[in-house]
């Protein structure tokens, strides 16, 4: 069942024509790489489907509700999530961070608490809890961002080369998580070169040339 689709996705920055894209489809249950040379449009392709940049021309489906980026549902950015590559973390506590969404959201205190006490055992947070945010190696961030949208249960979650630049235990981890986060209900696309990401069993590719997708046979190696 398709989750997320759009159809005449197009981006130009000055006179360069970055994204023309007919159709993408994302299906429940399904997860997927994005692959692509540097700077093909990974991240602006998946910045577009979160809502935070705006395409030039397209229109998208989510389930059967019809949306475009003029602007982009509130209800929307519920349902998808992106996770930036260095995601910024505030200056509090790494329990605080992740219970951020969930107190924009007005999920009350207990509840909250819950939710952050599960998400902190998802991504074996526990023995940092006392540590400063902005003290956390990159991979430790990269975890406490992933269990900041964990928490949410989105939908559609989006993932910007979250193991570049990790050491080979923290890339593990990493991938370790990204692999056991969507269930039936959900998917998510990986922006990545990870080799061993790209590698994952059930892992559908999309590849980006010349601002078109091609999906996994007709991608490259
Ligand atoms: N706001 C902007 N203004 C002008 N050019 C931009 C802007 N954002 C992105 N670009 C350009 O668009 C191209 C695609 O960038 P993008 O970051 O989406 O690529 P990418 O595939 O994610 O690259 P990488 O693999 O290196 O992370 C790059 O050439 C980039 O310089």
Redesign the pocket.
């Known amino acids: 069942m398709s989750l997320l689709a759009v159809a005449g996705l197009a981006k130009s920055?000055?006179d360069?024509r970055?994204l023309a894209i007919e159709t993408l489809s994302l299906s429940a249950g399904e997860r997927y790489v994005l692959t692509?040379?540097?700077?093909?449009?990974?991240?602006?392709?998946l910045r577009i489907l979160a809502g935070i940049d705006a395409p030039d021309g397209g229109s998208g489906h989510f389930r059967e509700h019809r949306f475009d980026w003029h602007p982009y549902p509130d209800w929307l950015r519920r349902e998808v999530i992106y996770v930036h590559?260095q995601p910024y973390l505030f200056h509090t506590s790494v329990a605080e961070n992740i219970a951020y969404g969930l107190r924009a959201r007005g999920i009350e205190a207990s509840e909250r608490e819950r939710l952050v006490r599960a998400a902190i055992a998802w991504a074996r947070l526990g023995h940092l809890l006392r540590t400063p945010p902005q003290k956390l190696s990159g991979g430790e961030r990269q975890r406490v961002a992933l269990a900041r949208a964990w928490v949410l249960a989105p939908k559609v979650l989006l993932l910007?080369?979250p193991t570049a630049n990790l050491d080979a235990e923290s890339r593990q981890q990493t991938i370790d998580l990204v692999h056991g986060f969507c269930g039936p209900e959900s998917t998510a696309v990986v922006?990545c070169?990870d080799r061993d990401m790209i590698a994952l069993a059930n892992r559908r590719r999309l590849h980006?040339v010349d601002g078109e997708i091609r999906h996994d046979s007709e991608a490259a190696p």
Not at 36 to 45: D, P, R
């Open positions: 920055f000055a360069r970055l692509g040379e540097n700077g093909s449009g990974k991240s602006t392709l590559q910007d080369e922006a070169h980006l």
